[in-house]
């Protein structure tokens, strides 16, 4: 048999429960307020990235419609935030053609990037004999013939931001820059041993 107090003592007990779990309700949505509060005032900026450079080991087409490439590109980013620094994870860079992929990708190893600070990679993409689409051959032709294509140096790969000691969570990056590549006559490249260096200073795209 139940006695009223008890039953006094369960209903007591819930209502603490329930004041524990509103207490911890409204502390987080403080903490929430505080760092979305803090993130608005401080206004993070995407990351900059410039292709420098480019220098051409290897850009060969034979029949039927193979590419071989070889290249190495020299990017450097900064970070404009004064107060906000910048975790880089995983980050593939990779050569394409009109859309389509022609360089293995190359892993940037993980790198913190503080406050304005400026950080220069120089991977070396390859591609040996991949097969060019059908529906990109005919424009490789063309490209080959006029003396001239267009490269897209592409980074994907995750990214972190740091305020204090608070970390967020990860973000997509996408960067995109690119690569005006002459050969033949129209050559704009410095002979270089064996490879033609291309001086760009290009901006790249980038999306967070």
Same mark, same amino acid.
Request: charged share 15%; aromatic share 10%; glycine share 8%.
């Given at each position: !048999?139940?006695?009223?107090?008890? *039953?006094? #003592? ?9 004041? *524990?779990?509103? $207490? ?17 005032i401080l206004q993070?900026?995407?990351p900059?990235?410039?292709?420098q450079?480019? @220098?051409?080991?290897?850009l +060969?087409?034979? #029949?039927p =419609?193979?590419? @071989?490439? +070889?290249?190495?590109?020299?990017? &450097?980013?900064? +970070?404009? #935030? ?10 593939d ?8 992929q022609? @360089? ?8 913190y990037? $503080?406050?304005?600070?400026?950080? &220069?990679w120089?991977?070396?993409?390859? $591609?040996t ?6 529906y +990109?051959?005919i424009?490789? =032709?063309?490209?080959q ?15 972190k931001?740091?305020?204090?000691s608070?970390?967020? $969570?990860?973000?997509?990056? =996408?960067?995109? *820059? ?8 129209r ?6 041993? =064996?490879?033609v260096?291309?001086? !760009?200073?290009? &901006? *790249?795209?980038?999306?967070?």
């Open positions: !048999m139940t006695s009223s107090k008890d *039953c006094g #003592n369960h209903g007591h007990k819930h209502q603490k429960l329930r004041r *524990c779990f509103a $207490g911890l309700l409204i502390f987080f949505f403080i903490v929430l307020l505080v760092v979305l509060l803090v993130w608005a993070p900026k995407d900059r990235f410039v292709l450079d480019a @220098t051409i080991y290897a +060969n087409v034979s #029949n =419609n193979i590419l @071989t490439v +070889n290249i190495q590109v020299t990017i &450097t980013t900064r +970070n404009p #935030n004064d107060k906000i620094g910048i975790y880089y994870e995983k980050l860079t990779y050569a394409t053609y009109r859309g389509q022609i @360089t293995l990708a190359y892993l940037i190893p993980p790198t990037q $503080g406050h304005k600070e400026i950080i &220069t120089s991977p070396f993409l390859s $591609g004999a991949v097969p060019v689409a059908p +990109n051959a424009a490789l =032709n063309q490209d013939s006029y003396g001239a294509l267009t490269l897209i140096i592409k980074i994907d790969g995750r990214v931001w740091k305020v204090g608070f970390t967020s $969570g990860r973000y997509h990056l =996408n960067v995109k *820059c690119v690569a005006p590549i002459t050969f033949g006559a050559s704009s490249g410095v002979v270089i041993g =064996n490879a260096k291309y001086q !760009m200073a290009s &901006t *790249c795209s980038v999306s967070v």
